[in-house]
């Protein structure tokens, strides 16, 4: 059964169309990876599903659980049980970790949540979600919230980037986790071994999804970066 | 309920415990208008307070070497809805010494109250002094505050402030902080200010880095909304090699406040640096919308930005 249909979704900027009929279905429970090069409209796609300022289908349905999202606003979406891992997360100055977590959650105890992305609880909640963490720092505690959130969905924009490469198994024990948890998840990932962990892959170009099916079977195409569609024209490596 | 216990009560709104006055290891001075309510003196510190026109004068003395554990209390207040409280205060910090400050500045019910602070301060060679001030000034929005502070910190001396007032309405207030800085010492100076309905708040400060390697921050955290308005001036000057200095301010606005940032820096020494930044705007929109992906509304989003950006 798909937790979130994305049906012809049109989205341009500037004139420019970054999405031009896209499709795309998500089971619940079942860990998608989306795979495409830089610019494809990977992150566009991540902001339309959350309902981010500015991103809103020119035409096209987002339907999430049977509701038609795309006139609600961002906590009505995160309420339905929707969340996401930010690419590059905000920084807050004087917002302790702890209070981070359990934001928006039934959460008291957010201790295996930082676990869970190898950092150690006692040296982190009482630190500020701010400019003092590194950027791996920063970027596992996104994780993290996104584990304390419980999502029916989970979108994780390449939560990859930024983290040193012993980090891989920190985070495919986050994708273990949320699958264990019944969430379904897209992830976003240029990287085979984070997009191998999924049950079903995409790949994104020129603004549609040209392939689909098994992790390891996309990966190959976009890896040969001739898609389908383009026959290499979008998905040439520059 | 007499004044004391008014003030009192207005300590503990404002997150005090009125209990610490009960405690003979800690020092403390409490005045209500012109009117000296209760003080304690330390072995090594000395506390004099004495009537003038319009409020008390105090001088506070640290003697050489002493280090304060407890923090030193000090609660200024108007209880009544009209009044005036002028306060001339002479701190000395001997050579070597430290103490923390607390002062809890109370006008729970000011609808015409003004609120003068005239403040000198001396911290001696290697002496360490942290003042935070907390400002409760209830609903109204009718008191008139104008903290004015001279400091001056000897070699390897060190100074800290940090104003808050970020419960209640603020009035009007016209911050005017001067420090200067000796060779090795340093200087932190914060400020955080919520604004509402017609509040004026005006902060200068300025820091005058004249000893070699001497160090400085101004660091200034103020949110504003309805017809409010925050003008906030940091002025650091470098002077001598090694000396560093930075101006850190941050504001935000919603409704129809306005908020100016106007940072000062200058340099006569050419191994001396100061650096500056000055955000303002409206809530980012990227922490808006991260708080919201967790399910707060926008309004709920924008107070924990505001709150946590105010400490």
């Known amino acids: 059964m798909n937790l979130l249909e994305l049906h012809d979704i049109f989205f341009t900027v500037s004139g420019r169309e970054v999405l031009s009929g896209l499709q795309l279905a998500v089971k619940a429970g079942e860990v998608h990876a989306l795979l495409g090069t830089n610019g494809t409209g990977k992150s566009t796609l991540a902001y339309l599903i959350m309902g981010c300022g500015g991103y809103r289908p020119v035409s096209g349905g987002i339907i999430f659980a049977g509701t038609v999202l795309n006139d609600l606003k961002i906590h009505e979406r995160a309420r339905l049980g929707i969340c996401m891992a930010w690419q590059e997360p905000a920084r807050f100055e004087g917002l302790r970790v702890r209070d981070y977590l359990t934001l928006g959650t039934a959460v008291e105890e957010p201790e295996l949540a930082l676990s869970m992305v190898g950092l150690e609880p006692a040296r982190y909640l009482d630190r500020m979600v701010d400019s003092a963490l590194s950027g791996g720092e920063r970027k596992r505690i996104e994780l993290a919230s996104v584990l304390a959130l419980r999502p029916k969905l989970a979108i994780l924009d390449e939560p990859d980037s930024g983290i040193d490469m012993l980090s891989t198994n920190d985070i495919l024990r986050v994708l273990e986790r949320l699958r264990g948890e019944g969430s379904a998840v897209l992830l976003i990932t240029h990287r085979d071994e984070i997009a191998a962990a999924a049950d079903h892959a995409s790949q994104i170009c020129g603004g549609k999804i040209v392939c689909s099916g098994s992790p390891s079977s996309v990966a190959a195409v976009f890896k040969s970066r001739k898609c389908i569609s383009c026959d290499g024209e979008v998905c040439s490596d520059e | ?86 306060i001339d205060i002479n701190i000395v910090l001997e050579p070597d010494s430290s103490a923390r400050f607390i002062a809890h500045c109370l006008f729970p019910k000011a609808e015409r109250v003004r609120h003068i602070m005239d403040a000198h301060v001396e911290i001696g060679a290697g002496a360490s002094m942290q003042y935070q001030e907390r400002h409760f000034h209830g609903p109204h929005g009718g008191v008139e505050v104008i903290p004015k502070a001279v400091v001056r910190i000897g070699k390897g001396g060190r100074y800290s402030s940090d104003f808050t007032l970020t419960d209640g309405r603020v009035g009007a207030l016209a911050i005017d902080y001067d420090v200067e800085a000796a060779e090795d010492a340093v200087v932190e100076l914060t400020a955080r200010v919520f604004g509402h309905g017609s509040d004026d708040i005006r902060i200068r400060e300025r820091v005058v880095l004249g000893g070699e390697n001497a160090r400085g921050i101004i660091k200034t955290r103020i949110a504003v909304e309805d017809d409010a308005l925050a003008e906030v001036t940091g002025i650091t000057e470098g002077n001598a090699a090694g000396a560093r200095g930075h101006v850190d301010c941050m504001e935000i606005i919603r409704d129809r406040a306005v908020a100016k940032a106007i940072p000062i820096v200058s340099v006569t020494h050419p191994q001396a640096k100061v650096t500056h930044e000055a955000a303002i705007g409206s809530v980012d929109k990227h922490q808006l919308e991260t708080l919201m992906a967790h399910g707060l509304t926008p309004e709920e989003a924008v107070d924990v930005i505001v709150k946590g950006m105010l400490g």
């Open chain 2, 1 to 86: 309920m007499n004044e004391f216990d008014q003030l009192m009560t207005a300590m503990g709104a404002a997150g005090g415990d009125r209990a610490v006055l009960d405690d003979p290891a800690t020092a403390h001075l409490v005045v209500v208008g012109s009117r000296i309510i209760s003080s304690r003196a330390l072995p090594g510190l000395d506390v004099e307070a004495a009537a003038a026109e319009g409020g008390v004068r105090v001088k506070i003395r640290l003697r050489e070497g002493i280090q304060l554990t407890a923090p030193v209390h000090t609660c200024f207040g108007v209880v009544h809805r009209e009044g005036d409280q002028r």
